[in-house]
Every structure is written in C-alpha cells, then in structure tokens.
C-alpha cells in the first residue's frame, strides 16, 4: 500500500492569499505542456500520472531557478560569511508542494493543472519521498535547511546521493520485511548535476616526507586509489523570500585511470572491481540509527562526505582570495551532524598543511575557529569510534595527523592536571586496548569552538556526564541549541484546514514567527471557536480511519482517543511500555470491567534497524497483540491497535492532523531531544511523556495541566538502576500481573511458542536498562487522567488549542537563529525581488 492513499481527491486550499506574482496561468499551462509533450515526449492526448508529475516539477523548478541564480549572485557580491552543515542524512521527504508553497503559486498550479484536466493532489501524491536518513537527525538537517533559507541565511548543506535511501519496510505474518528504496530509479526532476565542481576523493596509499624549494618539510599522500565526487545541487527555497539556499548531495564514481586500468595492467576483473567498489561508496545509507561498529565502507562514506566538501569550499576561497587563509576563519563555519562528519578536523588540517603549506599552528588555528559540533545522543553504544588499523590503512595521512592533534593535546590535559594519567587515558582521541580505536566525538570536541546538546536536559547531561572532563576544561564551548521543527511542512502544509483556521483568527504572520501562536490563547476560551477546532481534528481523523478501513479493512471509529507512537523502533523508547497498556486495557474488557473505559484506537508505527535482532521482535509483538484484540467481537469499537507500516516523512505528514494523545515515554535520561513530539504538539495533540529531552521544555510551555507527566525522572533512574527488582514490582501490582501472565501463557503467539520469551525475560530482568516495569504503574496512571480529560471533548479541546498556542518555540525558525547568534554569527542576505522576478 502507498501512501498517496491517504490524500484525499479534494483540491487543497492555499492558505496565504498573497498575489501571486509573475505567474500567469496560461504561461504555467503551456509550460507544463511544452515539457510533458516535448522534453518528455508523451502524448497530449493520454495521461500519465508519473510523467504529469515531472513536467509539473519542471515547471516549477523552472520558477525557482531565477532566485537560485539570485540567491548565489546575491552571496557572492556580499561576499558574506557563510555556514556548511556536514551531514550524512537528510530526510526531505517530498517536495513538490512545498516548493510550490514557498513560491506562493499553488493556487495557480491546481488551477491551471484543473483546467486541463488533471487533479494536482494526484500528481503531488505520486512523488517518491526523498529517504535519505534513518529518522529524527536526518529530518532535522531537512528542517534546519528550510529555515535557513526562510531565515535568508547563507547556509550550504552538504551531503551523500544515496542511490538507496532508508528502506521501505513491509509486514509479512506480523514481521518487518526490508525493501530497497531505489528512489532513483526515476527521474529525480530536484537536483542539477554539477560536473564543472567535481573533486577528487584519496584512500589507501602510504606517505612519504619531502623537502620542498624553501627547504620545508612537506608530507605528500601516494600511490591512493582515487575517487571523484560528482555534486548534484537541489534547491532549497525560503518561504515566499526570493531566497533558494542548496543542498549540495556528493555522488561517487571511478576516476578515468579505471578505465586505463583495464587495458594496462592485464588484471582486468580486479580494475573493474575496483570500479565498481568506487562507484559503491555512495550506494546506500546504513539503516542504523545508532552506530554499526567498524564498517569499512561507512568510513569510506564519511571521509568522501568530509573531503569533497571541504576541498570545494577551499577551492571557492581560493579562487576568490588566492593562498592568503589569513580571513577563512572570519568567512566560514562548518556546523558536523554528529560525529559522523567529524574527520573533518583532521581533513581540515591536511588540506591545509599539506596542500596549502600553512603551518601546523595556524592550520590548527583556523581549524578549531571554524569547525562546530553537534551531538544527537547519549546512548554510549552510539558514540563513534575507529580502529586505528582500518584509519591507518584506509587514511594513513589522516591518522597520522590524528596522532598529531592528540599528542598536542594530551600535552594540554597534561598542564591543567599534571601527573594525571586516568585523566589522560580518558580523554585522548585514541583509546587504548587490544584494538586501538580512534574517538570520533573527542576529536569533534578537541578539533571544534563549539560543542552544542539538542535539549536543554541532555546538554546538561553532555557536560555532567559523557563529556564532563572536557566541560571542565573548555566550559565556553559547550551550549543547547534545543531542536526544532519547520512549521512550513509540519503545520502548513500537512494540515490546511487548522493552518487556515488560523490565520482566520490571528492573520498569516505565525508562518514564519511561530511565536505569534500565543494570541490563540485567549480563544481557547471561545465555545465558537472550540468548535471549529474540534470539527477540523474530528475530519483529520476521519480522513485517518477511512484509509485504515480502504487499505487494511480494520473499522475504526472515528470518536475514539486517537493515542499514536510514530518513531524509530528503539528499546529505550520503549514501545513496550505501551504494548503493555494496550494489553491491560484489553484485560479490562474481557474482564468486563469497561464502565470508565474510553474508546481508544492505538497506532504504532516505525523501522527496526535490520540488524536490530530486539527491535524486529517488538515489530512482531505489536502485531500479534493486535491481531488478538482486532479480531475480538468483545474488544471491538472499544479497543484497537494498528501497525502502521512503513513510516516515513509523508506518513507523518498524513498522521499529524488526526492525533489526539502524543506518545513520548523513552526512559528518561535517553532520548536527547526528540522532535516527533514537537510535530504533534504543532497540530494539537497532548504529550503524554516522561521528563526526557525536549518534552521537559514543551511541559514548561504549556504548563502542567496542559500535559500528561509519568514516571522516573533522569536522576530516579540513574539510582533505580542500582536496586532494581521488577518481580516484585509485579508481584506486588495485581493489573502488571496480569498483564504479564497473559504474555507469558502465549495468548499472543498460539502457535509460535517461545518466540516473545526474551523479550518478557529482558522486562523482568534487574538488569534492564529501560525500566519500563519499574514505570508501568505511573503510566497507566497518567492513562486514566487522559481518559478524564477526553470525556470532557471541550475541556480536551481546549487543552489542544493551548498546546498549538504555546508551541512556537519548537519552530526551527527558532533553533536557527540561535545557532546563528551564538555559534555561526551570519548576516541574513535579503534576494532582491526585482533582479528575481
Ligand atoms: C553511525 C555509525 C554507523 C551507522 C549509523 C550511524 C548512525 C546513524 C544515524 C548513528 C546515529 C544516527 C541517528 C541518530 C538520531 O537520529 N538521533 C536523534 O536525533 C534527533 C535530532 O537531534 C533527536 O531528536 C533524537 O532524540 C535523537 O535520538
């Protein structure tokens, strides 16, 4: 099943009724016409719903073209500082409407494309998601990039060309099955290839000192086996600015030499399989979310992601400013994704030493004046780290010039705690051991000006714990950026009905000042007005119950808590706590005990890493409970519990309109941010969640009796984890027992004995590091204030309305300007409209 099949056939409405300049109806006909007939040669007469789609995306690609050129022209004359965001993933999922939102033209497109016949809703909902990341870090760069530009801010994002994006995933007898994304397969109408750019990417190969004419020592990197990185530009356009930012994807291939490889050395299997490993390294994204220790090729995609792009940003400089670095650090700035960028340090340092023939000080100077870092977690199995032997084989310079910054440093730790030797084999970048490791995230902090956490707990938690050594030793460069979420995409655009009611009551300005939503404060109050809000969710979740009836043929009702849990599949997000709730709220009904039972529809949905043995399990768990419950005549139109397969982007941009209760109950002290909760919070659900990253700060919002609190805080958890008895916390709770009897009677797996025994073990064990038993109480607690809350629909109501209102901060609009105050220090660069129109 797609997800076009949620979007129903009705033509959407704009919101903004701006004139939509420029743009005559007629000129966008013909020019959609001249690209489906002539650039693509289809036939006037029939139509092709894929192919109507890209003459579509020409076309308005064609409008965005002119304020790129702008926007570059634009830069260039100001000659102004600029910032680089290093990432390995963007999630950007679709982008048709919202190109065609940032331009101000969707009123003409759906009129123009009506006239001719065609429904846009189809031709938008045809379009393949752009996958290229694993979930909230990914869709995070996405966001930022789209603020940035918003925000007119001289931003470049650079990243990998997947050939793969993240995996589609289906359901077979209740298990995940992993597809591939092969999203290029059609045409990707978005990007520019842009070979006049290409660069040339080293790996392998030895090093060799020599002397050069002024008699310096100069270290040269030989003999590599070379890669070129071919950039593809897609355009990022600012929300009706002129401003088109770019995102800059590297595609890999095989250098000429393979070629003459393979009619010089004789060994012509061995050159074309050197080509083709090549041409690999951009070929897939690892469908990890947290690290997958050691993979050759994983590094390979980091150095390649690192390298390309820092030699393109060099050679712009010096093409404008010749060998004089003497500015650099003043004009740039690279913000790293985690440490996934984070050879970027020593890359720096090589370019600049080796090809440039600045000195170490000053080549060390500029770098750790101009590089960023940004760490997503504080899972320690997450936290990057390289065998020396692989860096030394794969990047012998690299490591060398690792070697290099460590020592300087140790030398460092070493005046602040002299004779300390613990200290010193804590914080060196290399770990010591049988198999030596290089520490990603202590070369980020060692290599950066700036170390920032994604909510204001796990920064906190950064500079107590992971990285306390080095808080104490460099306590300015550590600060929060707490995340935040594009309001363009997770307000406007999935939901047209509450964004117009919106700008209804308070005009269109919440658009790109998501803090104007306060002034819907004082209409929570207002019975009209609760009305029309609770009308506009009642339709969303309509919409939501009728694709679930169409596609998976499960009746739901659409009067039922809509209670949702859309995220990757984690054990620390703890799915299960919530499979257990579901369980107990069906042993309720069997038991006939239902007099203060709200009916509930509950919707899980995400990806399990593929080699996240646990995590598939917990896929599987989820539906068998919920084939039980949805085939029990007793249960139905009380309860129901659905896997949503599949999530992605445009599943959340389809989910988001119709959620009542917002699912945010990691462990508390393990999920850094979170930016889900942010996208629900923004279309008025209400947070059941514990004190755990960015959910704190959305309490703190809209205060207390606006949001549902449970379980352990970070500090209880850290001390429960060292007495932690969970059969007695069973034993002594007689629902928990239940619930547990009827897992571990195999009532959910009749027929497939034993297969959920590791998992019952894992939630009875003193050693759980989730504490999801230890929770279970305070939960179904906070289940039943929901119940309380939902009977009273306008109480409800109003709760969500306060929830949209107090929602601004969590506007990456927000996120971005305080990077950019505290970290890049860039100014906004305003695209004249008249040199673009
Ligand atoms: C690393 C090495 C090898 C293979 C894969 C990886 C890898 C890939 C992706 C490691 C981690 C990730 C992604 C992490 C991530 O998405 N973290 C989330 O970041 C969000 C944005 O800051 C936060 O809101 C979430 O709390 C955090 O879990």
Redesign the pocket.
């Known amino acids: 099943m797609s997800n076009r099949e949620f979007i129903t056939s009705k033509p959407r409405r704009s919101i903004v009724k701006l004139p939509e300049k420029g743009l005559k109806k007629k000129d966008f006909i013909s020019s959609f016409k001249e690209y489906y007939v002539n650039t693509l040669g289809r036939d006037e007469e029939s139509l092709n719903t894929h192919y109507a789609y890209e003459a579509l995306g020409l076309t308005v690609r064609d409008r965005l073209m002119e304020h790129w050129k702008e926007t570059h022209h634009t830069y260039k004359q100001a000659k102004s500082r600029r910032t680089f965001y290093l990432s390995?993933?963007y999630l950007m999922g679709r982008a048709l409407s919202n190109a065609m939102i940032s331009l101000g033209i969707t009123d003409t497109a759906t009129q123009a494309m009506h006239d001719i016949g065609i429904e846009i809703e189809e031709l938008i909902s045809s379009e393949m998601d752009a996958g290229l990341?694993?979930?909230?870090?990914?869709?995070?760069a996405a966001c930022f990039m789209d603020s940035c530009a918003t925000q007119q801010l001289p931003v470049i994002g650079y990243g990998l060309r997947y050939e793969y994006g993240m995996f589609t995933q289906t359901i077979v007898n209740g298990e995940q099955v992993e597809k591939p994304d092969h999203w290029l397969r059609l045409r990707n109408v978005w990007e520019v290839k842009r070979l006049e750019y290409e660069h040339r990417v080293k790996f392998c190969g030895h090093t060799e000192i020599q002397l050069d004419i002024e008699g310096r020592q100069r270290v040269l990197w030989i003999e590599t086996k070379d890669v070129l990185a071919i950039p593809y530009d897609t355009p990022i356009p600012g929300f009706q600015n002129n401003t088109v930012n770019t995102l800059r994807l590297w595609k890999s291939v095989a250098t000429e030499e393979f070629h003459l490889d393979e009619f010089n050395s004789g060994s012509y299997v061995k050159a074309v399989a050197d080509k083709v490993s090549a041409d690999n390294i951009t070929m897939v994204l690892?469908?990890?979310?947290?690290?997958?220790?050691g993979?050759t090729l994983?590094l390979k995609q980091q150095y390649f992601l690192s390298s390309a792009s820092l030699q393109d940003v060099i050679s712009h400089w010096v093409n404008l400013y010749g060998e004089d670095f003497s500015q650099f650090a003043d004009k740039n700035c690279f913000q790293l994704n985690?440490?996934?960028p984070s050879i970027a340090v020593a890359e720096l340092m090589r370019l600049l030493v080796d090809m440039h023939g600045l000195s170490w000080e000053m080549a060390w100077q500029i770098t750790t004046a101009t590089m960023a870092y940004?760490n997503?977690?504080l899972?320690p199995e997450?936290l990057?780290k390289w065998p020396v032997d692989l860096m030394q084989t794969l990047l012998p310079r690299l490591m060398e010039i690792i070697f290099e910054i460590n020592a300087r440093f140790l030398s460092e730790v070493s005046i602040k705690w002299p004779a300390d030797e613990e200290k010193i084999r804590c914080m060196s970048i290399i770990e010591e051991g049988d198999c030596k490791q290089v520490r990603m995230a202590h070369l980020a902090i060692v290599g950066s000006f700036s170390v920032n956490g994604?909510?204001e707990l796990?920064t906190k938690l950064l500079q107590q714990k992971l990285f306390a050594d080095f808080y104490d030793l460099w306590p300015n460069k550590f600060n929060n950026k707490t995340?935040g979420v594009t309001p363009r995409r997770w307000l406007l655009e999935c939901n047209p009905e509450l964004s117009e009611l919106i700008t209804e009551t308070i005009g269109s300005g919440w658009i790109t000042d998501l803090s104007l939503l306060k002034q819907l404060v004082p209409y929570a109050e207002n019975r009209k007005f609760r009305q029309q809000w609770l009308k506009i969710k009642q339709a969303a979740k309509q919409r939501l119950a009728d694709y679930k009836k169409r596609v998976h043929n499960v009746d739901i009702n659409a009067d039922a808590l809509f209670d949702v849990q859309v995220k990757?599949i984690?054990e620390y997000k703890r799915q299960l706590l919530k499979v257990l709730h579901v369980i107990h709220l069906y042993n309720l009904i069997k038991q006939g005990n239902t007099e203060s039972l709200v009916p509930r529809c509950v919707l899980i949905g995400g990806k399990a890493a593929p080699s996240y043995d646990r995590a598939k399990r917990i896929i599987k768990l989820i539906n068998n409970v919920s084939a039980v419950i949805n085939s029990d005549p007793e249960v139905q139109g009380k309860l129901t519990l659905l896997f949503l397969p599949d999530y992605n982007v445009t599943a959340m941009q389809e989910i988001c309109p119709g959620v009542d209760l917002s699912e945010q109950i990691?462990t508390a002290g393990m999920?850094?941010?979170?930016?889900g909760n942010m996208k629900l919070m923004m279309n008025g659900a209400i947070t059941i969640g514990t004190l755990d990253?960015?959910n704190i700060e959305i309490r703190q919002q809209v205060g207390d009796e606006n949001f549902f609190q449970f379980g352990l805080t970070e500090d209880q958890v850290a001390a429960r984890r060292k007495h932690y008895d969970p059969c007695s916390i069973i034993e002594n709770d007689e629902a928990l027992q239940q619930v547990m009897n009827l897992l571990e009677c195999g009532h959910f797996n009749q027929f497939e004995p034993g297969i959920f025994t590791s998992i019952i073990q894992s939630l009875k064990s003193p050693a759980d590091p989730w504490l999801t038993i230890a929770d279970f109480r305070s939960y179904i607690d906070a289940q039943l204030r929901v119940e309380d809350a939902y009977r009273d629909r306008h109480h409800w109501t109003k709760m969500s309305i306060m929830n949209v209102a107090c929602s601004g901060k969590f506007s990456s609009d927000r996120t971005i300007n305080d990077y950019n105050q505290e970290i890049w220090k860039l100014h906004r660069q305003p695209v004249n409209p008249n040199n673009a129109d």
């Open positions: 390995m993933e990341g694993n979930g909230g870090l990914g869709r995070l690892y469908p990890n979310d947290a690290n997958e220790n993979k994983r985690d440490t996934h940004t997503h977690t899972l997450a990057e994604v909510a796990h995340n990757r984690h990691s999920e850094a941010s979170g930016t990253g960015a």
